[in-house]
């Protein structure tokens, strides 16, 4: 199964989704306008949009109003995305230079703060107070993420508390508000709104540990980077605090991490049972976001939602 | 006259405001904690929140309500401050050092993006739609302002067209809003708004061109950073850009920014007459400052708009 077969009921509606994304960056400042495209045609999974328009169809799905919220997530996502890469001095994101190595680091960091700013002026048009609050408090919650994946780099003693409170702030929290922003934006009953939060969050969750072990055991080729880029931006992820803390074989890798042997570590890791461990993990984060779609009424969307959850146990890239 | 003996009958409220940023920038990641409060603690006028102060007193004054207006807008001053600093890679602001000296640049930007944050989720305290519009807008226009800046860097064939252009998205449309917004929150009729805003606008010009002036005539010690500071970046303000384009002595002034010759080029215009010339400019904003307030109710409040403008005129640091 494909994401795309997924969305096929809802491909005129993300398509539209697209063209918004183009229109809200638009701008006559020409510098802006290539960076702010460049990084949009660079393309990604739209992911975040997809959970609004899904989360809409348990409540009266109305795009306009939808729109006002898949928009300015898919935009506040791409914003931290930008800056990441100035953080990690990242030449490449998904196969395609960066802006950072497209222009510089001081476009790259406004050009940041520029499609956020556009995804508020988005926002600002949807009356609902509680919307902008918890769009607000997840904003805050991913620059602390960011903060503590700078402090927690390259350090070993961290534990798997560290790593899933990380996890959470960098992405399941914003899948988790995607979800639940799009039954709130349709006006969905509050136990389906809560339901729905609680699988974004569990899916997303699931989604990070597989993206952290797909960059150990992915190619350059289908990861678009160099396979174990985390390991080498200091960036410990499950597998590489399971070969360090938990592993038969803890004692050697040990010795490799003191002596910054990067290369021996990833191989250790891709051969190690921490994707094991790791990839179970997921599966039980996947098994909660199944779960607590349990009680909502059956619906096409409902059905997505259980195909999406299983296609991340099984994705590959 | 100084300041602080203007905003003097507000002293209670802004050592309240004071409190609330301090507050509204608290966490427990201790980095974030330690960078965003030494941010904090290196001061600066708070001239923004004293604008919104000012605005609601031709309203309802209610300082819970202005304050969900006053403390967003300095803190969004705060944050393209910290980027700013990425940007110039500047070691020092206001005699102290920047966070991404104490810290880094990575430490810095996220700092920005928290501080941002935290406004944003101040501001959706607010049901007011209009006031989340007009933020916004403004966001996006700091942002423009922003790259155009880059843009404009060591460029000389930019006209004073360019740079007011620079200076408002810059300096004027935060003070341009504070004093509308504080106006707005207090619900004051809208043609006093509306003349608030021009008052800002036109003060906030008059504000940037002074503070580029200084750059050239002030010391270090009344500048915090080393004199000519600005050309020094590349950032080419009114009294260069008349040197370059309208002295008698274009022809000389030229060669040296051919050559590149930084110390001769802000001698010349420390000599020459752009410093006048751009005293001049400044001082028809103030006096259009004052015309926008003709029409407002006479009281305490409109005095200190009054003074502040004055002051400008009159500063020497």
Redesign the interface.
Known sequence: MKLTDIFWPFRSDMNYIERELDRAID?K?S??QKASSHLLKAGGKRIRPVFVLLGGKFGTYDIERLKLVAVPLELIHMATLV?DD??DDAELRRGKMTVKSKWD???A???G??I???A??M???L?N?QI??I???A??D???G???Q??DLNNWEQNLRHYLRRIKRKTALLIAISCQLGAIAADAPAYVVRQLYAYGYNVGMAFQITDDILDFTGSEQTLGKPAGSDLRQGNITLPALYAYHRSPDAARFRTLAEENRVDEMIQAIRQGEGIDVARRLANRYLARAAQALEGLPDNRSKDALLKIARFIGERQF
Request: aromatic share 4%; with cysteine; net charge neutral.
């Open positions: 701008t400042e510098v802006l800056h100035v953080i680091n001081r476009i960091m406004y050009t703060d520029y956020l700013a556009r508020l002026m926002v600002a048009e009356p107070p902008h609050k769009l607000s408090r904003m805050v991913l620059c602390i960011e903060i503590e700078i402090r």
